[in-house]
């Protein structure tokens, strides 16, 4: 049903509501069967899957390869494991401290959701309350004021110089002009910013007066169109990451070359191709690629991001990602 080409009295039938809004038990009914008003959040990562993903970075990668080899080296030589040690420690602090700083950013955005959930002015039982925005559902007749913020998608049943800034979904900085009467489209549809008799989550009356109902409500909004579109949508890396997936890149055909060189030039040089010959010069060209790879590269960039994160939240701006930080510099 195309809302916003019915009059509002039919639109008011079809979702067996009326002008003095729903009543208290039909609200209850309705939102077991909608759900609550809000939009879908994505699943929250453990923090077991967020330590694994601080150890998908290229450089941790490396790490563990080089530690890894260093164990290999070590055990063959019969010497002391402590480089193993360091590396491994090295990358566990790398992790702990990405992990950190996300579950810490993660819990203040979750406390000011909290403090600012908003509220919305709605008729039950014919009389006009305050309730949560989450706790609208389709059929619910809304009061909107100058300064509202729209919570759901709705039909306008009044409306006294209302308007409305849809910026956030059709570009339009222009506030628009809303209005009760029905729209006469034929057979053809309208498009979502000459709708004049709805107004969208995301939007924000910006004068006048007026009262709507709701038509939908969470992800069944034009907004939680977009929100499903945009969790379909893969992150991208940011460009400290694509510089550090680059530079490891590097580092890896370097320690290859390295290797490669060093054990052909050692074997030439010593002119002996014994076994024990062979394994001891590639243990050494082995211990010159590993002493090549910066091990504490990964813990500086992720203590200066720290720091960074730091010095933002003291501004009160809250970084989710340790690497937005340097993002945001670049823009």
Known sequence: MKYYCEESAKVLKHFESEQAGLSARDAEARLTKYGPNKLAEPKKETLLQRFFAQLKDPMIIILLVAAAVSGLTAAYSNESFADVFIILIVVLINAVLGVYQESKAEKAIEALQAMTAATS?????????????????????????????????????????????????????????????????????VPLGDRRNMVYMGSTVVYGRGRAMITATGMETEMGKIADALSAAEDGQTPLQLKLAQLSKILSW????????????????????????VISTFMVAVSLAVAAIPEGLATVVTIVLSIGVTNMSKRNAVIRRLTAVETLGCA
């Open 121 to 189: 002015k709605v008729l039950r039982d014919g009389r006009q309350m305050s309730i949560k925005s989450d706790l609208l559902v389709p059929g619910d007749v809304i009061i909107l004021e100058a300064g509202d913020a729209v919570p759901a998608d709705a039909r306008i049943l009044e409306s006294a110089s209302l308007k409305a800034e849809e910026a956030a979904l059709t570009g339009e900085s222009v506030p628009v002009d809303k209005t009760a009467e029905a729209i006469a489209a034929g057979e053809s549809d």
């Open 254 to 277: 370097i320690v290859l070359g390295i290797c490669i060189f060093i054990f052909a030039f050692s074997l030439l040089k010593a002119g002996d191709f014994h076994l024990d010959v």
